[in-house]
């Protein structure tokens, strides 16, 4: 009998999200052999893309293909698949649509852990609706009665939410940081894929060394490069060591 690989899910709301604040996940789970599945709710491309419009002439339609062609080489390089959902950035919205398909890609896939948005940004509202339909997809895949099938296999994952933008006005809380050390070469090669985003290379390389310091900190173990996650739900255990 062949066992089924684990797997992770990724809620982003748009393509640079994955790679700054969870590229390091994505690639360390890849490599231990997980089926890491990316879901890119936009193509950012009108909020998020500031260098692909300095350009004279541009179209929308322009920027989404480079936007989408930047997301599918980062995901590439990372170890994970990509599906893109295109409901739009700067209004992002969502609908039953999306939310369906969402609940059967949980089933789908039966993920071990999920990683989104965190669920406050006042700087960005595309980012806590993310989070909001990973939550709400998470619950309704358990409901019985959704899409009755009693050959299915699907267990609630936990949520882990991803280091936002200034973490410090999104009441986000760091309670795990994930040692990335020996992915930082793959996630760094993912950053220079983004060209639209450029201006944030260098920031989300500090924001890296700034935990890799906490995570040392706080493990005792030499850490150089770190990610900062934020627990959405308890943690169950038998022990505390």
């Known amino acids: 009998m062949t066992s089924v690989p684990k797997s992770g899910l990724v809620v982003t709301a748009h393509p640079g999200d994955f790679v700054w604040r969870a590229g390091g996940a994505i690639a360390l789970h890849a490599a231990k052999g997980y089926h ?5 709710l936009s193509y950012g491309e009108r909020g998020e893309s500031q260098w692909a419009w300095k350009s004279a002439g541009v179209r929308l339609d322009d920027v989404k293909a480079q936007r989408r062609a930047e997301a599918e080489e980062a995901a590439a390089i990372l170890g994970a698949e990509i599906e893109f959902f295109d409901v739009g950035d700067y209004p992002l919205r969502v609908g039953e649509a999306e939310l369906d398909r ?3 890609v949980y089933r789908e896939l039966n993920p071990a852990f999920v990683l989104t948005h965190a669920l406050e940004d006042p700087y960005n509202f595309d980012h806590p609706v993310a989070a909001h339909l990973a939550q709400e997809a998470r619950v309704i895949a358990q409901a019985a009665g959704h899409k009755p099938d009693h050959e299915r296999r699907y267990s609630a994952p936990p949520v882990f939410l991803f280091e936002p933008h200034q973490p410090e006005q999104c009441n986000f809380k760091p309670q795990v940081i994930l040692n990335i050390d020996s ?10 894929v983004l060209a639209a985003q450029r201006h944030l290379w260098d920031y989300y390389e500090r924001v890296a060394l700034n935990r890799g310091v906490q995570g040392g900190r706080n493990s005792g173990t030499a850490m150089t490069y770190g990610e900062a996650y934020q627990r959405l739900f308890p943690m169950a255990a038998e022990v505390l060591s």
């Open 36 to 40: 890491l599945k990316i879901v890119c």
């Open 102 to 104: 969402l609940v059967d």
């Open 183 to 192: 992915v930082w070469a793959t996630k760094q090669r993912a950053f220079r």
